[in-house]
């Protein structure tokens, strides 16, 4: 299952699918960009970041790409289990220090 | 590895009384930062410390204030509150020990205004 193109603020996958999860940013001069994972009640936790002279970046079962052209992140997650189900956030930054601007968030369902 | 502490982790207050949240950042990280995020909405930047002086400010009221301590514990001093307050309020801290991009956030405290 995946979200192409638009932010969708829902996405509904069954467990071994692989999930993509895009956002759009907004300042052509952020450096920096970040993925966070919320689950309910819980502080948002991070899973990968990339910077800016990347297009792309691997974890352990996720991928984040970069496309600057089109000011374009997203996150895919292969293998989607249960315990992916959570709101994913991309979240920006343009200097070291400062505030990470969040975008909005996608709240993902696995099913089994 | 230690994380970042926030105490309470729920508060219940009524309108106009005062509120004070507190944050323990990450051993050695010396940025604390402080998001507000309401129900469905994605975080919103509040206001930021580096080595207790304030170092970046977003869309705090003027009802709110924070500072740190020589510690590098923050704290929130909400007053005046609103039911508008109603929230989860986080504080994140970043450190040179890593890198000073990486935020790393709390659990939270959720503010109840009654």
Same mark, same amino acid.
């Given at each position: *299952?995946?979200?192409?193109?638009?932010?969708?603020?829902t996405l509904s996958?069954?467990? *071994?699918?692989?999930?993509?999860?895009?956002?759009? %940013?907004?300042?052509?001069?952020?450096d920096y960009?970040?993925? %966070? #994972?919320?689950?309910?009640?819980?502080?948002?936790q991070?899973?990968?970041?990339?910077?800016?002279?990347?297009d792309?970046?691997?974890?352990?079962? $996720? +991928?984040?790409?970069?496309? #600057? +052209?089109?000011?374009?992140?997203?996150?895919?997650?292969?293998?989607?289990?249960? *315990?992916?189900?959570?709101v %994913?956030?991309?979240?920006?930054?343009?200097?070291?220090? +400062?505030?990470?601007?969040?975008g909005?968030?996608? +709240?993902l369902? $696995?099913?089994? | 590895a230690?994380?970042?502490?926030?105490s309470?982790?729920?508060l219940?207050?009524?309108?106009r009384?005062?509120?004070?949240?507190?944050c323990?950042?990450i051993? =050695?990280?010396?940025?604390v930062?402080?998001y507000?995020?309401?129900?469905?909405?994605?975080?919103?930047f509040?206001?930021s410390f580096?080595?207790?002086?304030?170092?970046?400010?977003? @869309?705090?009221?003027?009802?709110?204030?924070a500072?740190q301590?020589?510690d590098?514990?923050?704290?929130?001093?909400?007053?005046?509150?609103?039911?508008?307050?109603?929230?989860?309020?986080?504080c994140?801290s @970043?450190?040179?020990?890593r890198?000073l991009?990486?935020?790393?956030?709390?659990?939270g405290t =959720?503010?109840?205004?009654?």
């Amino acid at each position: *299952g995946e979200s192409v193109g638009l932010h969708l603020p829902t996405l509904s996958v069954q467990e *071994g699918d692989n999930s993509i999860i895009n956002c759009a %940013y907004s300042n052509s001069a952020s450096d920096y960009f970040i993925w %966070y #994972k919320q689950e309910s009640g819980k502080g948002p936790q991070f899973i990968i970041d990339i910077r800016s002279n990347m297009d792309k970046r691997q974890g352990q079962r $996720v +991928t984040v790409l970069l496309n #600057k +052209t089109v000011k374009h992140l997203s996150l895919q997650i292969a293998a989607t289990q249960p *315990g992916d189900s959570a709101v %994913y956030f991309c979240a920006e930054n343009d200097q070291a220090g +400062t505030a990470l601007i969040f975008g909005k968030g996608t +709240t993902l369902s $696995v099913s089994s | 590895a230690a994380g970042v502490i926030q105490s309470p982790r729920h508060l219940i207050k009524e309108k106009r009384e005062t509120a004070t949240l507190k944050c323990y950042p990450i051993p =050695r990280h010396d940025t604390v930062y402080w998001y507000q995020q309401g129900p469905g909405q994605d975080p919103q930047f509040l206001i930021s410390f580096y080595e207790k002086m304030q170092s970046d400010k977003g @869309s705090i009221p003027d009802r709110f204030s924070a500072q740190q301590f020589s510690d590098y514990h923050s704290e929130l001093n909400m007053s005046s509150l609103e039911l508008g307050d109603s929230a989860l309020y986080f504080c994140a801290s @970043s450190g040179r020990d890593r890198d000073l991009y990486e935020q790393y956030f709390g659990p939270g405290t =959720r503010l109840t205004v009654t």
